[in-house]
């Protein structure tokens, strides 16, 4: 894969448009439709079950439970297999920097430290430099299986991606235009936002959009606290609710006993990777309880783990997930990356893309009882979070959700890579849209048969698969 940048040779913004158009013989944008493995493509599931292998083996059949729920859920869960059928075709060597997981679960509502509420990337566990179409490719995909499980028509799918991919271009057209420290300081703000787009929404749209931003704005860490814990006689404690939650106590003997020495210097690590001031909020908290979570389907298995510290008394909580961040799934196809700690890897991703990270972000490293070196990176548990709920959007209001993750990606990438140069590439008319529109289709057939293929392996007793 190339890495040139065209910001790395500074280079003049005329040069900059030839640089882009020149990627053009390298991939031409018709040839961004195609997608033909053929028959000597990869196992999809022994991809699945290398990734597994890292994890926690108690978790594993939980994941592949979850990833069989429906073709959407798996292709939630198949990130590595994307990233592999990617790496295999040719690219345009426009590098930014890429959420790795683009699909359109991982766009939603968040707080600034502002306490403003944006719309913008919340996941970013496989961010690496690399392509900016593989990205596009992804989020595009995710909208045609998406809208494939509501039942929608393949025009009407066809129509949602088409919305994606333009909203995308459209937008790099428009920072591609502005200067590099205004492309630093854009972002989607929710307020402007349901203002911009009120007039191509109908009434039953404006009032679930504004349903959906009032609910955000309850999903606070109070929230959270309140839901994730109770009143024990030892004070307030993160409540069990296994398998997904279970305090440190409850785990086995191994486990637990392997938590604690992890435990034991997360926090300490963790808060030297804070700047000062965040540092000295910290210390007006004391950790009180400890448990491990099990997150979301592409990350099932690793290890998580919920933090619960108090301030003044039990009142005044802090609630801190700890992730295990583990090698990005791109970073085989990319010729690897430069970052001896994976959580630092996650946390430099996010802070590049996103336009307002958590004030709480940080990285951290730690050796279990097995000797094995993992890396974490940290986060507030929750704080203002919408998220979006696509099997109840009929077709205009995907159409517009599309629009918002497709804008949303471009400023992402806008940030790390160069706008002028990828605008030039994708040019003014609708080709690259038409392009990505026939990849998504295909995308989606293929992975109805990696679903199918896994659920081939649970039946035959090669993989083992629960539910919660």
Request: net charge neutral.
């Amino acid at each position: 894969m190339t890495q040139r940048s065209a910001y790395s040779v500074h280079l003049t913004p005329g040069e900059r448009v030839t640089f882009g158009r020149q990627a053009r013989s390298r991939v031409p944008r018709s040839a961004q439709g195609r997608f033909d493995p053929g028959s000597g493509r990869f196992d999809p599931v022994e991809v699945i079950e290398t990734q597994s292998a890292t994890r926690l083996p108690e978790l594993v059949p939980l994941r592949y439970g979850r990833m069989l729920e429906s073709p959407f859920r798996f292709y939630r869960g198949a990130a590595a297999i994307m990233a592999a059928d990617l790496g295999a075709t040719p690219d345009t060597g426009l590098t930014v920097q890429l959420c790795g997981d683009a699909h359109l679960l991982n766009f939603r509502l968040l707080a600034s430290p502002e306490r403003h509420l944006v719309f913008d990337i919340n996941d970013f566990d496989e961010t690496l430099a690399g392509p900016f179409e593989w990205d596009v490719k992804r989020l595009a995909a995710s909208f045609a299986i998406s809208a494939r499980a509501s039942g929608f028509t393949t025009a009407e799918q066809d129509e949602a991606v088409r919305e994606c991919v333009r909203a995308y271009r459209l937008r790099m057209r428009e920072l591609a235009g502005m200067r590099a420290l205004d492309i630093w300081y854009a972002q989607d703000d929710a307020d402007s936002m349901q203002a911009l787009m009120a007039s191509s929404m109908d009434k039953k749209a404006r009032r679930r959009t504004a349903q959906a931003t009032a609910k955000a704005r309850t999903r606070t860490h109070m929230q959270a606290f309140a839901k994730l814990t109770a009143d024990t006689p030892e004070g307030r404690r993160i409540a069990p609710d296994p398998p997904l939650i279970t305090p440190l106590a409850d785990l086995t003997d191994t486990s637990a006993a392997e938590t604690e020495k992890e435990l034991a210097t997360v926090l300490d690590q963790y808060t030297h990777t804070l700047s000062a001031e965040r540092q000295h909020l910290l210390r007006h908290y004391r950790l009180v309880d400890v448990a491990r979570k099990v997150v979301g389907v592409g990350s099932v298995g690793t290890r998580c783990w919920i933090l619960l510290l108090l301030g003044r008394d039990d009142d005044d909580p802090l609630l801190l997930q700890a992730k295990e961040a583990q090698r990005s799934v791109l970073a085989a196809h990319t010729g690897g990356d430069d970052y001896d700690n994976q959580g630092r890897r996650v946390v430099d991703g996010q802070r590049l893309i996103q336009t307002t990270s958590d004030i709480l972000l940080g990285w951290t490293h730690v050796t279990g009882l097995d000797g094995r070196e993992r890396d974490f990176y940290v986060r507030q548990l929750r704080d203002w979070k919408g998220i979006a709920r696509p099997e109840t959007m009929d077709p205009p209001l995907l159409n517009l959700f599309a629009r918002l993750c497709g804008a949303s990606l471009a400023r992402a990438h806008a940030r790390s890579g160069d706008p002028v140069a990828i605008d030039a590439y994708l040019g003014g008319s609708d080709r690259f849209d038409r392009a990505l529109t026939g990849f998504a289709q295909l995308y989606a057939d293929r992975n109805e048969r990696d679903f199918e293929a896994l659920g081939a392996a649970v039946r035959s007793g090669r993989v083992t698969a629960r539910t919660a």
